[in-house]
């Protein structure tokens, strides 16, 4: 199905199954234990051996030697593979550094090696006797250091101009020019990455963690060097990605390289300690930001740039992304610069782009407003735009930031909050934030296939995974919603490259996406029902388990009696996004206290307001915006992978080092959905909200923290050793 | 000091509780096999433990923590591995009426104890009051760090019941309230990157009978 | 992780006697610090010796009017007993600040006071590490060090200790007993328990090879305002950045110990005396002789700040 029009009225609108807040159908498989992850499949043939991953112990150089011999004769080892046994591997399109080191190594802990043995105990213990001397290389390391360096890139990542920025800005009566950072983050999701591999023949199947089913078999077979046609990766639970999941990564690659030496399945979890710097990580950012203001608050200049750093052949955080569209101004400018670094692999985290450059756009949003004497919620809404500001012929498809500020301050008693440091409360002193939330709305092609049988049950099979986001509840629920059956006759199958090829996880596309491609599969299997009842041409409704045309009527199920009937389809998308600007809005509002003595800041209170077209499951939608206040609120005080400039690695690997949130950090949260459904975007009319909740959290954060102390920090995270020393004397 | 160590009290010290004695009288001298199949094969010991309710006998490789023998030995692989060094809480289980991490503590150190996994609290069609709390209130999100939260929260209530005090216990010479601060605290101990937490509070407010 | 043989204690002073003939054995209790270290291999023991069927779980009152707290009490049981948390608030307060439920419930007291640091360049084995590995440098000083120390510090090391529990027990004069493969036993008193690192940051204790914690013992109770304030970036289940235990009394006398500054708890008599004086005082005097890095420096003007705040809470 291609979808170049907008949606007319469709059997989704009924909304009886779809937009209701239904519990997860896979709840009671996960709260009991029951819900099988990579690692945990018992069904794989043969019983597995275990892999453990040797790290490269230096972040940049070459391997003199490996000495692999005393690990081959410890106990129970059945096999060790480096890249000199390894055969020859490709590279995988997605993959910027080579999964599996040697001879150079290209980042810390890039796996030197994988044990196989008998015992996890066993290959742990003698991944620990392999000597490998390295030629440690000088690397750069330090992003200010390599800033000046750092390149312009093209196309869609080129620089921005419209207007005369320098012009508007230097002429503007009230003027913002600020620098602001972000740091390293990491996804630390709980699921380390893990795979199980097994080889028949020439045939592989690996059962793994991964949010894009058809990127990582298509690398997998890329790297292996082997038809894809001979891979099965599948991935039915995934103990979190936010962008870590994306690609293939070492657990993978080692456990099939580990299984074919070994002949036998291979299991790997890559360790806890190696996760931030053998995988992907969200790189740092410096950002400046100029505004220039009319005293009458109305933006005339924007300006935002940034620079970012990666290994060569990587890419940018595209921070200024948000400022193309985010408020008006005539005269506009964004840059975003590269330089190379030899840190691990930089690559997307939850809202790559917009997080972190909201986190600096909208403090310095709060900075001008201030400078202006204007409430930060009117301000922002004084410089909404209903067009892309860079193309103001181009409107946006829907466009409700407006009202989220608005209805926000209302829910919130934002017009309670004082001016900086004015609130007390015992020991703390407290403050309210504010910020905008923007993320664009993205489509993927995305297929699904959809049986009827003869009990009438519906069974979904698409290659789109779950990663907590809600997506076998949202399947089920629009399959139930274009069927006309209940919730419970209808299966769900997800995350096997044997089903077809779907939109995956990422880029807060997946909800949408993934069920507009069951929706053209469903589609067509109303067709091919009603054709086989023979109820001839008209109208059919499908509903409560039975299917109407004309004044014909029949159990869905009897169309299924001679046989199951199958059907397949995919959503494409066409040019709508061009005609119109597709994003999603919100407003985050915060309430924060700082220990006036010791400076610690903790959240009380967290509002957000989304505008994200159609919720097609609310309790699932509100569980993905609340998950985002949370890492927002880690974002905003406590995450950073903290970079050794001299040996070039991320020191606080583990979880106890890189702090997120625990539950004694986050308050009672609530989100608001505003209610609408956005023709333009999908048969289904939803759009993402996965990542809109994190964006601008760390900011409305921030800004409560300068409004609690009016200690102003824009080094991010807001850590008491940044602004200690700005707070009133205590003794 | 050295002789004020008065012989009296440390043997009160030293007093054998009446669970070691039990313990203690069940292995006789407390030498444990390291019986080794072959010359080069790691140390092994054996361990019976009462897991879900049911004896279970094993002969381990001393190295394995309580963690793996569940999940790789028994295929309990309900209990999580998020980190494998205490960090995260996802391998939470209940051990002898208390929650610890199983990740940190070697299996053949569990001679005699009964152990509760998540599968031993409840089952996908018969769910613990605490489990379904979770799936009424969307008490998580990718599911990994789930268990642990579950047994977590399941003893948690216990220890407040108990009057064991916490970190933002107002008074501690008083009995801790049943609270949601209290809970948000006790449960700091497992991590949930989803965050799912402030959904937690309400299913655990929810099974304690209080207003979250 | 190594192999390694196991068996079970059957009395302390045979359990002793076995740790001190054979080179490379470790008692084990809780194992929550121990077992996290040999699975990075930074502890490799080739036995280990479980003590946790000694006994040694009970708290008991001396004859001088304190507590005696067996090696093996729990964390959890110790932060709960009525009469610690009757006479030495303190105590309890610092041990339900550290760590997490789960980890009290295992960790014992001995094990607690024991503890390795948290330094991430002593945890990652591919870094030089003076403590780990004699002679290999210190990888902190110069690199990432926003956790560790700034007083009683060396070249050689600038690790802090972690425990909470130990500088609870600094500010109470608790000591230390042991028993050693002799069957002799002694008390040390808890501020020469831990070593400053010199030149040998290896050697962490006082306790000699095969000596086994038997209790800790408190002193009678000195009455006060007993109060635990530990400052760290989250709000739980995470190692301090600053912690203070303090006993104030009415007179505003006392004495104050901290936690995240240095390789032990850190108490300077001096410093106590100032207390009347007001935090800038007794910090003054606290960190007389602190080398603090680029990373770190703001803990001393963060212990400052909070000692103000306990010295205010004490005043009510």
């Not at chain 1, 190696?274 to 505004?291: K, V, Y």
């Not at chain 3, 739980?236 to 104030?248: G, N």
């Amino acid at each position: 199905m291609k979808f170049d029009t907008p949606a007319g009225t469709n059997p989704i609108d009924r909304m009886t199954v779809v937009g209701k807040p239904t519990p997860r159908i896979d709840g009671p498989l996960k709260v009991s234990g029951a819900a099988p992850y990579a690692y945990e499949h018992h069904d794989v043939p043969g019983k597995p051996a275990y892999g453990y991953v040797l790290g490269a112990a230096v972040a940049k150089g070459t391997i003199r030697s490996i000495d692999t011999a005393r690990a081959q004769r410890a106990p129970g080892v059945l096999a060790v593979v480096t890249y000199r046994n390894a055969g020859k591997l490709g590279k995988g399109q997605m993959n910027t550094a080579k999964l599996l080191a040697g001879p150079d190594v290209q980042h810390y802990h890039q796996a030197v090696a994988v044990v196989v043995a008998e015992t996890f105990e066993q290959a742990r213990s003698a991944a620990a006797m392999i000597d490998v001397d390295y030629a440690r290389t000088d690397g750069a390391f330090d992003l200010l250091a390599a800033k000046d360096g750092a390149k312009e890139q093209g196309g869609n990542d080129a620089p921005t101009a419209v207007g005369d920025f320098q012009g508007a800005f230097a002429s503007s009566p009230v003027q913002l020019d600020q620098n602001y950072t972000t740091p390293d983050q990491s996804h630390a999701m709980m699921e380390p990455m893990a795979t199980i591999a097994a080889w028949e023949g020439e045939k592989l199947t690996v059962w793994t963690s991964n949010q894009m089913v058809n990127w990582s078999l298509k690398d997998l077979a890329a790297t292996l060097q082997m038809p894809v046609e001979n891979v099965r990766l599948i991935s039915p639970y995934i103990g979190g990605g936010f962008g870590g999941k994306l690609f293939l990564r070492s657990d993978a690659l080692m456990a099939s390289l580990g299984a074919r030496a070994a002949k036998r399945p291979v299991k790997v979890a890559l360790q806890r300690p190696l996760m931030a710097n053998n995988a992907t990580h969200r790189p740092s950012t410096i950002q400046r930001i100029r505004l220039g203001c009319g005293r009458d608050g109305k933006i005339a200049a924007i300006g935002h740039e940034s620079w970012s750093g990666d290994l060569e052949g990587g890419g940018l955080e595209v921070a200024v992304q948000q400022t193309k569209l985010l408020y008006a101004g005539a005269n506009r400018m964004t840059a975003m610069r590269l330089a190379v670094l030899d840190l691990p692999e930089g690559n997307a985290m939850r809202a790559p782009g917009e997080a972190p450059g909201l986190m600096a756009l909208e403090i310095a949003m709060d900075e001008m407003a201030e400078k202006l004497g204007m409430d930060p919620v009117a301000f922002r809404v004084l410089n909404d735009t209903q067009v892309d500001p860079e193309k103001p012929d181009r409107a946006f498809s829907q466009r409700n930031l407006v009202r989220c500020l608005q209805d926000g301050a209302t829910r919130f008693g934002w017009s309670r909050r004082k001016g900086p440091g004015q609130v007390r409360d015992g020991r703390w002193l407290v403050g309210m934030g504010v910020a905008a939330a923007f993320r664009n709305n993205l489509n993927m092609k995305s297929g699904a296939r959809v049986r009827l049988d003869g009990q009438g049950t519906v069974t979904v099979e698409t290659d789109m995974t779950d990663i907590g986001t809600g997506t076998y509840t949202i399947m089920a629920q629009t399959a139930a919603e274009m069927l006309g059956v209940p919730l419970a006759k209808v299966v769900v199958k997800l995350g096997d490259s044997s089903f077809p090829v779907s939109a995956g996880s990422g880029g807060q596309w997946g909800a949408n996406s993934s069920t507009a491609g069951l929706y053209a599969a469903c589609v067509k299997l109303r067709e091919a029902i009603v054709e086989k009842l023979g109820f001839g041409p008209g109208e059919a409704v499908f509903e409560g388990g039975q299917v109407h045309v004309g004044n014909r009527s029949a159990d869905i199920a009897r169309a299924a009696k001679s046989g199951e009937i199958v059907a397949e389809d995919s959503i494409e998308f066409g040019d709508l996004d061009k005609k119109f600007q597709q994003s999603t809005f919100g407003a985050h509002f915060v309430e924060a206290a700082v220990d006036r003595y010791t400076g610690e800041a903790r959240v009380r209170r967290m509002l957000a307001v989304c505008a994200a077209g159609r919720i097609l499951n609310p309790t699932a939608a509100r569980s993905q915006v609340i998950g985002a206040m949370t890492m927002g609120v880690g974002g905003a005080l406590m995450e950073e992978l903290a970079v050794d400039k001299r040996f070039g690695f991320f020191v606080n690997h583990d979880l106890a080092g890189y702090e997120v949130p625990v539950h004694a950090d986050i308050p009672h949260q609530e989100v608001i959905f505003i209610d609408e459904a956005d023709d333009k975007v999908s048969p289904m009319k939803a759009k993402g909200v996965g990542e809109l909740g994190l964006c601008g959290v760390g900011a409305a954060v921030a800004n409560a923290v300068y409004n609690a102390t009016g200690v102003r920090v824009r080094d991010y995270p807001i850590t008491l050793d940044k602004y200690l020393d700005r707070l009133g004397e205590v003794a | 000091m050295t002789q004020g160590c008065g012989a009296i009290s440390r043997r009160d010290v030293l007093k054998t509780s009446a669970a070691g004695a039990a313990i203690a009288g069940s292995l006789g001298t407390g030498s444990v096999a390291m019986a080794q199949a072959e010359p080069n094969a790691p140390p092994t010991a054996a361990v019976r433990m009462k897991v879900n309710g049911k004896q279970t006998s094993l002969t381990l490789d001393t190295r394995t923590t309580l963690l793996d023998a569940l999940r790789e030995h028994l295929k309990l692989t309900g209990t999580k591995k998020g980190c494998d060094h205490g960090q995260c809480g996802a391998c939470t289980v209940i051990v002898n009426g208390r929650r610890i991490n199983s990740c940190l503590t070697l299996a053949v150190m569990h001679e005699g104890d009964e152990v509760t996994t998540i599968e031993g609290l409840g089952t996908v069609g018969d769910l613990h009051p605490m489990q379904a709390a979770f799936v009424e209130h969307d008490g998580f999100q990718c599911g990994y760090c789930t268990p642990g939260q579950i047994c977590s929260a399941v003893a948690v209530l216990e220890e407040i019941r108990a009057g064991i005090p916490s970190h933002v216990t107002e008074d501690i010479g008083a009995a801790p309230g049943m609270t949601t601060l209290e809970m948000r605290e006790r449960m700091s101990g497992n991590i949930c990157r989803c965050g799912a937490y402030s959904n937690i509070a309400e299913a655990m407010a929810q099974v304690a009978g209080v207003k979250a | 992780m190594r192999p390694f043989t196991y068996e079970r204690a059957t009395s302390a002073q045979d359990a002793a006697a076995k740790a001190a003939a054979m080179p490379g054995a470790r008692f084990i209790a809780g194992g929550t610090n121990l077992l996290d270290l040999m699975k990075l291999e930074i502890e490799t023991p080739g036995h280990l010796i479980d003590v946790n069927g000694l006994g040694m779980d009970q708290i008991v009152e001396t004859p001088e009017g304190g507590l005696r707290i067996g090696a093996l009490v729990r964390n959890t049981d110790l932060a709960a007993d009525k009469r610690v948390r009757k006479d030495y608030g303190v105590l309890t307060r610092a041990l339900v600040a550290g760590a997490s439920g789960q980890l009290r419930n295992k960790a014992t007291t001995a094990g607690n006071l024991l503890q390795r640091t948290r330094c991430p360049y002593f945890y990652d084995v591919n870094m030089p590490c003076n403590k780990r590995k004699p002679g290999s440098g210190c990888g902190a000083i110069g690199g990432f060090s926003r956790q560790l120390g700034v007083i009683g510090t060396s070249e050689a090391c600038i690790a802090t200790h972690p425990s909470d529990m130990a500088v609870a027990m600094r500010v109470l004069d608790a000591s230390v007993e042991t028993m050693r493969p002799d069957g002799t036993t002694r008390a040390i008193p808890i501020a020469e328990f831990h070593k400053l690192p010199g030149q040998t940051p290896q050697t962490e204790t006082a306790l000699e090879q095969g000596e086994l914690i038997i209790s800790v013992a408190l002193p009678k109770p000195t009455g006060g305002t007993h109060i635990y304030r530990k400052v760290r970036d989250r709000a739980s289940y995470a190692f301090a950045l600053v912690s203070v235990a303090a006993v104030i009394g009415r007179d505003g006398k006392g004495a104050v110990a901290l936690g995240g500054v240095a390789p032990k708890p850190w108490r300077v008599q001096e410093a106590d005396a100032l207390l009347p004086k007001g935090a800038q005082a007794v910090s003054d005097r606290l960190f007389a002789e602190a080398t603090p890095r680029e990373d770190n420096a703001f803990k001393i003007m963060l212990a400052k700040r909070t000692i103000a705040s306990v010295i205010a809470e004490a005043k009510g």
